[in-house]
């Protein structure tokens, strides 16, 4: 008698396990039933496709092998969980059977299923991931039954379903799983092809029924030890951030255990020196780190100064004080090491923009502190925070520094006669040292006119330009380089008659 596997599956699924299963993915059992009956055609018409040619059927004999999937085993769902199986341990063992059985199509026949038995996708998605190990357990078991546990008998019981398929598959099936329809499948209705039988089991030797069930107990308090021993699947993202500040890095984490937090402080450590410090927080909720076998690599790229690095499960931000084709560097290099499943992207945070908007309102406060009477080196301080944000090449002061202007002016038009300010001009060192020089002379002449046009008295502003001769910072980093285009005031001696 021909093997219907789709009933045979489906009645697994039955009495108190639907409610059980109904509560596991949080839909009521109706939804449950509905969506088990797109499930098992389904997964049924996967396994027959992918047994329809050598290859496919090879790779699905050895997967089931390597899976345990022999026939050696309780096919029965009730029976797994009698041995301390949970369903959650199944949808965590299907997950990847339902991702080789469907490929690339996996996405489509979860959208089918949602939409045909009115469930979420993630809903569709963890009862295919239920219900393909018991598929597999149920067809090992049937295939033992046929003639053994063979690759031949496996492949003769898929090719018999195809009729099945071509008959009651539900509506809309075939096209997502990227079939015209299921005639290709129905391999059994062709001349000469194997037909898939029950066999009569042979009755039990006398003195040895109690074997099987001396089986059954060894493997049920084989599956209470790994249940009772088995580290619990994570349900918080794991976080790592990195900011590399010209070389003084700090560091701060959250991992699964005090294992993985010695590993990430090795690997911080042999990078960046011994006396780097993190920050690491161990909770046994947070989903275990696959990428710590990398991490030597990862921090290997996040050396470049200036480099914030932040994770956030399988979200990562790059962002600092990086030039445009260094944080394009940073993140090719992360996306090589990370590979797919991980989206990077900027962080999103304009650095120059969040430091200059800071100086000007630290600015702006010291000169409103600065009272009635003029006092030199709190007018120099005051304006020495400020940053004027000229754009490249440029001399031309932005509309938005003219409140800066305008309030410096006020101040020094309280300044005794006689008082002398260099606005001195500096660039950093990209570009020819002779074009620097004079855009450095051009910026400062243009902060002397903006204050001239303001009211204060030309006779008191010196402005002259340095070019890059006088650095403050690395040149060999975006925010030394940032420091270093700067507008620097002094007070100059007054000369003597």
């Known amino acids: 008698m021909s093997v219907n596997l789709i009933d045979l599956l489906a009645r697994e699924f039955a009495g108190d396990l639907l409610g059980k299963v109904a509560s596991t993915v949080g839909e009521s059992e109706r939804t449950v039933q509905s969506a088990i009956a797109g499930v098992a055609p389904a997964l049924v018409a996967a396994l027959a496709n992918k047994a329809s040619t050598a290859q496919g059927l090879s790779e699905l004999f050895h997967a089931m092998q390597k899976g345990g999937f022999d026939g050696s085993q309780s096919p029965s769902l009730a029976g797994f969980l009698a041995g301390g199986g949970t369903l959650a341990d199944l949808i965590k063992r299907g997950a990847p059977l ?61 090719a018999s379903q195809g009729s099945l398929l071509r008959d009651r598959a539900p509506a809309g099936l075939a096209s997502a799983l ?32 109690w074997w099987p069930w001396l089986l059954l107990a060894a493997l049920a308090l084989l599956g209470w030890w790994f249940f009772a021993n088995r580290t619990p699947e994570g349900t918080i993202n794991p976080r ?37 410090a993190c920050d690491i927080t161990v909770d046994p909720n947070v989903k275990a780190i696959t990428w710590l076998p990398s991490l030597d690599r990862i921090l290997a790229a996040l050396k470049r100064p200036g480099t914030e690095f932040h994770l956030d499960g399988p979200d990562i931000k790059i962002g600092g004080w990086l030039s445009a084709a260094d944080r394009k560097a940073v993140m090719d290099e992360l996306r090589a090491i990370y590979g797919a499943g991980y989206t990077i992207a900027e962080h999103g945070i304009d650095k120059a923009a969040e430091y200059i908007t800071a100086a000007k309102s630290k600015a702006l406060a010291a000169l409103a502190a600065i009272e009635s009477a003029f006092a030199p080196d709190a007018f120099i301080n005051a304006m020495n925070l400020a940053v004027i944000n000229f754009a ?15 309030r410096a002016a006020a101040v020094l038009k309280s300044a005794p006669a006689g008082t002398m300010i260099e606005i001195g001009g500096h660039t950093d060192s990209t570009g020819d040292p002779a074009s620097n020089l004079k855009l450095s002379e051009d910026r400062a002449n243009s902060v002397r006119n903006a204050l001239l046009s303001a009211g204060v008295n030309g006779a008191m502003l010196v402005p002259k330009g340095y070019g890059d001769t006088k650095p403050v910072a690395s040149n060999d980093t975006e925010y030394g380089r940032f420091r270093n285009r700067r507008i620097e005031y002094s007070i100059l001696p007054t000369a003597t008659p």
Do not use: H
């Open 98 to 158: 339902v991702a080789s059985l469907l490929g690339a199509r996996q996405t489509d026949v979860t959208n089918w299923l949602a939409s045909s038995a009115s469930v979420p996708a993630k809903s569709a998605s963890s009862l295919m991931s239920l219900v393909a190990p018991v598929l597999m357990s149920l067809l090992s078991t049937e295939a033992r039954k046929a003639g053994g546990f063979t690759q031949s008998v496996i492949g003769s019981l898929l």
């Open 178 to 209: 990227g079939l015209a329809d299921f005639s290709r499948l129905d391999t059994s209705a062709r001349p000469g092809a194997p037909k898939a039988e029950y066999r009569a089991e042979p009755p039990a030797k006398s003195g040895a029924g």
């Open 240 to 276: 790592f951030s990195i900011v590399n500040d010209e070389g003084r890095i700090a560091c701060s984490a959250t991992v699964r255990d005090e294992a993985t937090r010695e590993a990430v402080l090795r690997s911080m450590r042999a990078t960046f020196g011994e006396a780097t």
């Open 392 to 406: 490249t090449g440029s001399a031309e002061i932005p509309a938005g520094d003219q409140d800066l202007i305008n």
